[in-house]
């Protein structure tokens, strides 16, 4: 009885052991000085902000025990305003887990066709739903594997087309879990698939569009954020560095072929915006190039789903200037954030809307959207979805289904007006 007490107990806490002793703090810079003092400790002292600070608006980092006397002695001697977030971070993710445990006892499973929204799924789950939808809708529906993961996952997305793509109508491209700890983006890109081709409300979408929807981009990562760390960020490669081993994984939102390596990276491996050894080095990065390549002359609108922060974020990340297209993604970009606002039922925070690097004031270099945008896809967005709670990556499981709706309603105006302004091109 002891034995099989102790074996529980080492089987639930061993969960989130990797953080042991970790804490959270936040960052108020009140300088560009301060602000760049913080940017050079990354490195060294292998700091992971969840949200980045900008000058007077505070962020929150996470800190290993071997660095925390380190970074709170710089953070004195600097004179950077800071306080804690988390004392034990192992604690507060030990916590959230157990409030998600008692809610999940507390349901029945509710099953809504295929695949429920009332908890996070396991890749199983995911790739099983996809291989359902396309066997049982195998007139509109193809599965697509390319390629599998550096650790031989599938990479599968589906294309969606009532003439299988024949007709040369305007594609759209949704993809998630590009980041791996980004769970809530799963979710919102498999309702995607539920409501054009089993809860069809919105027919003209279907009748209108072809669609790209790929739901895990980052299938490894996406696994390993499950089963030992759940801030997980990068792909799982270890081929990239000689301290592979050590540091595995490359940031694909920063592994694209548009301005690579030029800003917002970092080169040290451990890094979790380390962008390869060069762009493109992630297959799964070159899965998502490839389509845009198949697909650029006919994409109107790119959503690469992320989260979180309630943001609706258009190119140029590299530098903040603005593209020729600014209007119309401005106002398409306006027109979502609308929506959202509008069907949001719980109240998250409304949406912002703006050029990357403006709203986020930082610069950023291989993302995916400015990479799509760079070669002609109108209306290329990244979309942070809302956050809340300790850890905004941790959304408690309660919030999925009004999260993937008011996101739906969104998506739904974003493509007809993507439609009616760039459908003849
Ligand atoms: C289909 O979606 C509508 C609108 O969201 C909802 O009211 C309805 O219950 C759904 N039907 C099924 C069968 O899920
Ligand atoms: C990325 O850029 C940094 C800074 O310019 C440079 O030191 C590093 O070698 C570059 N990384 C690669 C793999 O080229
Ligand atoms: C900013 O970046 C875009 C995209 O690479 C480029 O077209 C533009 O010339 C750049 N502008 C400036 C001022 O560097
Ligand atoms: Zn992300």
Known sequence: ?????????????????????????????????????????????????????????????????????????????????????????????????????????????????????DRYQQLDIIYKYLDTVASKYSDIVKIVTPATSFENRPLTYLKISKDNFKSGKPVIFLDGAMHAREWITVPTVTYAIHKLVENVTEPDLLDRFDWIL?????????????????????????????????????????????????????????????PGSKALSEVETRVVNAIFTEHKDKMVMYLSVHSFGSMILYPWSNNGTLSDRAFALHTVGIRMADAINAFSVINFPRYRVGNSALVLDYFTSGSSDDYAHSIGVPLAYTLELPGRGSNGFVLHPRYIKPVIAETWAGVVVGARMAGDLFGSR
């Open 214 to 274: 790929f739901p895990v981009v980052n299938p490894d990562g996406y696994q390993h954020s499950f089963d030992r760390e759940r801030m997980w960020r990068k792909t799982r490669s270890t081929d990239q560095h000689s301290m592979g081993r050590i540091c595995r994984g490359v940031d694909i939102n920063r592994n694209f072929d548009f301005v690579w390596n030029t800003t917002g990276t970092e080169s040290h491996p451990c890094s979790d915006i380390f």
């Open 1 to 117: 009885m002891k034995v099989l007490l102790v074996c529980l107990f080492a089987a639930v806490y061993a969960k989130h052991e990797v953080y042991l002793g970790w804490k959270s703090f936040y960052v108020k810079p009140s300088s560009h000085d301060q602000l760049k003092g913080l940017g050079s400790l990354i490195p060294k002292l292998e700091l992971d902000f969840i949200i980045k600070p900008t000058v007077d608006r505070e962020g929150i980092v996470l800190v290993r025990p071997p660095y925390q006397d380190d970074f709170l002695n710089f953070l004195a001697s600097e004179k950077i305003e800071h306080w804690i977030h988390a004392e034990d971070v192992k604690a507060q993710l030990d916590k959230d887990d157990q409030m998600i445990e008692e809610y999940m006892q507390e349901r029945r499973s509710t099953k809504t066709e295929g695949m429920s929204y």
